[in-house]
């Protein structure tokens, strides 16, 4: 009987490397993309960030501007700058909303001023009655006058405040009529305080020539409400 010998087969042992190297080049683009994700979510965060601040510059910077030139047109409103009522009301009556906004804000009374003067031509705004006399040296005159708030006109427009500061010309020629046309004009004769009755009485004295003429009138050339 023959003898059999039964040998286990073999065969050499190989890693499977395939998948191993597949792994690895799947894990390195998960980070560099979640890398690159982070990167541009940083990125997008610092874009935000930059644009919030300089959009909060932008608005601190208007808020300014706006601040500034409401500021300076409420230091106008003034006596000294009655005869410029018109011209500083057309500017805030041109103005941008946010504009007028901020210029109420500062002075609302005084945009009430304004616009009160703008509307009314001081010289039919108020009533003169007036008396003047010539020395006998026909060189000075000395005059009295009333003056009363106009009740067609202003009406119960300056009772709200304590008292009006009016500024007073006068008009002198040969005969009334020419007095619009021909008259020698006297500016800034006097002021008077016009106190909340609508009334006040001044007098004073003003160099005087006979040649300018016997007729004369008096009149209100500007005004202005104490706030």
Known sequence: MS??????LSFPQHKVRGLSIVNRILALIVIISAIAMITLFSQAVSRNNEVERLTKATENTKRRTLEIKATS???????????????????????????????????????????????????EAFIVTSECTVNES??????????????HTLGMGLSFYSATTATLRMRVADTHTNLPTQSHVIDNVATVTIDASGTATTTFDIPFDMSWGIAYDIQVTSFFPNI
């Open 3 to 8: 003898e059999h010998y039964s040998h286990t």
């Open 73 to 123: 047109w409420c230091d106008q409103i003034t006596s000294e700058n009655a005869d410029k009522m018109s011209s500083l009301f057309r500017d805030y009556d041109a103005a941008s909303s946010d504009q007028k906004l901020e210029i109420e804000r500062q002075c609302k009374q005084k945009v009430t001023v304004a616009k009160l003067i703008s509307s009314h031509d001081p010289t």
């Open 138 to 151: 026909e060189d000075t005159a000395s005059c009295t006058a009333t003056v009363a708030t106009n009740p």
